[in-house]
């Protein structure tokens, strides 16, 4: 036995601490104790465990230092983070071979640290945050080689955490873009730093070159179909299309495919914003702007350099090493059972985030990407958008349709969930509510029918006393003048109850203020549901 003394992040939020605690416990197979009285603000706690030093710093995500009487090292986690401030102003890429892999000095961040690695490419609503995955792995006991699935896998946060940490990752996402942005997350976990650079430098020369006169342009976008040529015409000036479309050119010329995928999507990441897009809008609505001069070269070049260094900083930091292979795929959250039926009962642990109810437009948010990388034919995207779970598009058919299966398959779901949609029904009937609020009560009928299969789906995947760990918003709406909490997290919880699992516990969540451009469309709050498949 060991007593080994662990240094905790003293910026962390409260929610964070809990999981802090919990991991810890975890991975030492021992009860944390406080070197001070007061445990809410405690930074120092020791264990008592059999484990060695080293395996709690390589693992742990919350915690900053772990030493003995004899020798302190720093996490692996702290070491990842520091990246970030290595390359913060544009450090010079022979200076980075310099300085990493740390040595000595450490400069470790004061404060919240999400975008290491390949996790700072591309901003995504809804992103999570990468610790509490870790940290969720670390309290799950899975063990490296183990399998982490995530049925709505977003930009890849799962997964990348689950590479990073030796397991074999599975991911689902009806979003083209989301399953093409955590494949090529994954992919540059091991990619070939000389390879990146080398084509990096290339592209960079290349971007800068002036062009050739007489040259034909929008080469790249009469490869697009003709639907979606018309429809990004609308969206950009003409100079600007003109520049994207000789960046799109160059980057279809490189050769290896890790790097040519960061540039496409350092690409698709400027495009709203070179783009005749609103400002800070989820959807994409237009405001031409004629007075403002638009570099899309220049936009490029500085998006691609930030996640070039970032990919490079953490290469240089990890050295070179073999990362199980994740398999993010298109397909249904609901069908996730049917899809993952060869690892049937074999899943370690799930861990994800289902969309709020009715609450973002996930895929439209991301048309502009969607046409010019020719990942969905724009003609496409309607349909593709109302299967999505949470989508709040309905006609009046679907309206009657939703509601009619809550009478017929009503016992189905909780009897909190039906008791919701009919007080928010009784409430708006006979108002002037507007058509969003006239929807919702079926729009909710039909969240919870389609997260049920999700569950049912979760459960069939994993194996015995595997854990499922769901992060879920709370929101509310009016209805006939009176607010109604639509407390989401306790509806999951009871419907996951009712498909077989064991609901464990749940953990309320601070909201954290969102740096992306999405920041004003959070929700307030948020839990994480504990659950687990009985033995």
């Given amino acids: ?79 990842r ?39 700072g490419i591309h901003e ?43 397991c074999r990752g599975l991911g689902l996402d009806m979003n083209p873009l989301s399953t093409y942005l955590g494949n090529t997350k994954c992919e540059l976990l091991s990619a070939d730093a000389k390879k990146l650079e080398a084509a990096y430098r290339k592209v960079r020369d290349a ?32 100079e600007v299309l003109a520049g994207l479309d000789e960046i799109a050119t160059i980057i279809k010329a490189v050769s290896y495919a890790p790097a040519r995928n ?79 039926s060869e690892h049937k009962g074999r899943i370690d642990t799930i861990i994800t985030s289902p969309p709020y109810a009715t609450a973002l437009p996930y895929l439209d948010t991301d048309r502009l990407s969607l046409c010019f990388l020719g990942l969905l034919p724009r003609p496409e995207h309607r349909h593709r958008d109302q299967q999505m779970i949470g989508n709040r598009e309905v006609t009046a058919g679907l309206r009657r349709a939703y509601l009619a299966r809550l009478e017929r398959e009503g016992t189905l779901l909780p009897d909190s969930v039906r008791k919701l949609v009919k007080r928010i029904e009784r409430l708006n009937d006979g108002t002037e509510a507007g058509f969003r609020r006239t929807n919702l009560p079926a729009l909710l009928s039909n969240y919870f029918f389609d997260m049920r299969g999700v569950m049912r789906g979760m459960f069939s995947a994993l194996k015995r006393g595997g854990d499922a760990f769901v992060v879920v918003g709370n929101s509310h709406t009016i209805a006939g003048g009176e607010r109604v909490d639509i407390c989401t997290a306790n509806l999951l919880a009871e419907t996951a109850a009712l498909v077989g699992f064991k609901v464990r516990s749940s953990l309320s969540m601070d909201m954290l203020v969102s740096r992306d451009i999405f920041r004003k469309n959070a929700m307030a709050t948020e839990e994480i549901l504990f659950l687990r498949k009985p033995v």
């Fill in 1 to 79: 036995m060991t007593v080994i003394r662990c240094r905790i992040k003293d910026y962390i939020q409260p929610f964070e601490r809990a999981l802090a605690l919990r991991e810890l416990s975890a991975v030492a197979c021992a009860t944390p104790l406080p070197l001070s009285d007061d445990n809410r603000y405690c930074t120092e706690f020791i264990v008592t465990t059999t484990k060695p030093r080293r395996l709690l710093a390589d693992s742990l995500a919350y915690w900053e230092l772990v030493s003995t009487k004899s020798a302190a090292t720093t996490t692996r986690q702290s070491l």
């Fill in 81 to 119: 983070e520091s990246t970030t401030n290595v390359v913060r102003n544009g450090i010079d890429l022979d200076a980075l071979k310099r300085l990493l892999p740390f040595q000595d000095e450490v400069p470790l961040p004061n404060r919240r640290c999400l975008r290491y690695g390949t996790h």
């Fill in 124 to 166: 995504y609503r809804g992103k999570f945050f990468p610790q509490l995955v870790r940290s969720l792995i670390n309290i799950s006991g899975t063990r490296p080689d183990g399998v982490i699935a995530d049925p709505m896998s977003g930009s890849g946060t799962t997964l990348v955490e689950a590479a990073m940490f030796g």
């Fill in 207 to 238: 971007v800068l070159a002036p062009e050739a006169r007489g040259k034909h342009r929008l080469a790249y976008l009469q490869g697009l179909p003709q639907a979606d040529q018309i429809y990004l015409g609308g969206w950009f000036g003409e």
């Fill in 262 to 340: 960061l540039m496409w999507i350092a690409l698709s990441n400027i495009l709203r914003s070179v783009s005749w897009q609103k400002d800070d809008d989820l959807r994409v609505r237009k405001e031409v702007r004629l007075d403002v001069e638009i570099d899309p070269k220049r936009e490029f070049l500085e998006e691609l350099a930030r996640s070039v260094r970032a990919v490079l900083a953490f290469l240089y930091q990890e050295r070179p090493t073999r990362v199980p292979k994740q398999s993010i795929e298109a397909g249904d959250a609901r069908d996730c059972g049917e899809l993952w």
